[in-house]
């Protein structure tokens, strides 16, 4: 591995905006400064009151919510009204992304279906998704284009107005706007609410009134896209607009359970997998930073015939997140694992030395007597820890 720390770990979160190929990367990168929050909870609880519950306490002090939805009971799956839009709601009062740890894998066209539609149609409500590509690269390119036709679908919110009154020829553009003023006159509406030509007695009808409906189309780029949502669930977070629409995924690298397989072969593939689907893959979760790895870092032995070029490599700018993280109670030693294969880290360990974007908590925080005070004691570490890389690196 080279000795020579990648660009992307000396520059500040704000610098990285610039070269960031993903908008929703590029959001989160200033949310990032805008909160001084390099902070991922896992919200991994049983109910969905609870979920809503944590996530309106904690979200002052993160800037992503990781969630496993299909873990929660009570989870409500109307669209409009439903758990993810109240999370939805709530990410956009406190300034948070929203991140289903969903794991896909699979077929291109079954993984394209599980995303978008479903009970829980994660798409509707989750910024962020993430897969494991051990179904091969492919799966990734299909999921990049089921978001990218959802995204087309959903460009625009309708206005509708409605308007009543008796017309006159100067509303009608057209030339033939006399014309068109007689032949509405000529329709006389019946009691029983039919119409006819003319009256009985010869005389011609007069137009009683015309409804007009008129629809306007409105950009929305932002999530809301529930119009149901609750009188005070539009608050915004201070300080930074809402996220764009756009959806990403986090190609799921290596994970911190002991014994994993993962191997380096397979951390390879994510890498070339991710290199080449920059427009929807926002990065990685792993175990290390892998903003300008090489083949022969990962896998020396794996002859697969493609080795990236050195300015591809050079060319990396995807956000790392990073679980396992979890603090020792003060004057007490960082815990070790969790006996079911779980192995913990220290924010200092997995920001500062180890280079990862966000950290991600979850029973640190979770199982805590005072959870938003213990979120908070995270976000400064974490934080440090950032600011200690890029000093330690300068």
């Not at 490599?313 to 294969?341: R, V, Y």
Request: overall charge negative; charged content about 25%; proline content about 5%.
């Amino acid at each position: 591995m080279s000795t020579t720390p990648h660009w992307s770990l000396k520059q500040s979160f704000a610098e990285r905006v610039e070269s960031s190929s993903h908008p929703l990367t590029s959001y989160l990168f200033r949310l990032m400064e805008v909160k001084q929050s390099n902070l991922c909870l896992s919200a991994d609880v049983e109910h969905a009151r609870e979920l809503l519950a944590l996530a309106d306490q904690v979200g002052p002090s993160i800037v992503v919510l990781k969630t496993h939805y299909d873990l929660i009971t009570g989870w409500d799956y109307q669209p409009h009204t439903g758990t993810g839009a109240k999370l939805a709601a709530l990410a956009r009062k406190h300034g948070f992304l929203i991140f289903e740890d969903r794991k896909f894998v699979d077929i291109g066209s079954t993984v394209q279906k599980q995303y978008t539609a479903g009970t829980a149609c994660v798409i509707e409500w989750a910024h962020i998704t993430n897969a494991d590509i051990h179904a091969g690269e492919a799966m990734v390119s299909a999921m990049a284009q089921a978001a990218q036709k959802w995204r087309e679908r959903v460009p625009y919110e309708v206005k509708t107005s409605v308007s009543v009154g008796t017309p006159g020829a100067d509303q009608f553009a057209d030339e033939e706007a006399e014309d068109r003023v007689e032949e509405l006159r000529k329709i006389v509406p019946r009691e029983n609410g039919t119409s006819r030509e003319k009256d009985t007695d010869g005389r011609k009808g007069s137009i009683v009134s015309v409804t007009t409906v008129t629809q306007t189309y409105e950009p929305a780029d932002s999530p809301r896209l529930a119009k149901t949502i609750s009188e005070g669930d539009e608050t915004v977070f201070p300080g930074i607009e809402e996220a764009p629409l756009e959806r990403g995924l986090l190609i799921l690298a290596q994970m911190s359970s002991k014994g994993c397989l993962m191997d380096g072969k397979y951390t390879w593939e994510c890498v070339k997998a991710a290199r080449k689907n920059k427009d929807f893959v926002m990065g990685y979760v792993a175990q290390q930073n892998l903003n300008g790895i090489t083949k022969q870092d990962l896998a020396p032995a794996y002859d697969d015939h493609e080795s990236a070029a050195e300015e591809e490599a050079q060319a990396d700018n995807f956000i790392h997140m990073t679980p396992g993280c979890k603090l020792p109670p003060p004057g007490e030693e960082a815990p070790q694992g969790d006996g079911l294969g779980q192995q913990y880290n220290t924010p200092d360990n997995l920001v500062n030395i180890k280079g990862t974007d966000i950290a991600i908590v979850g029973r640190g925080i979770i199982t805590a007597s005072d959870p938003p005070a213990e979120a908070e004691r995270y976000r400064r570490k974490a934080w440090k820890a950032y600011q200690d890389r890029r000093e330690r690196l300068a």
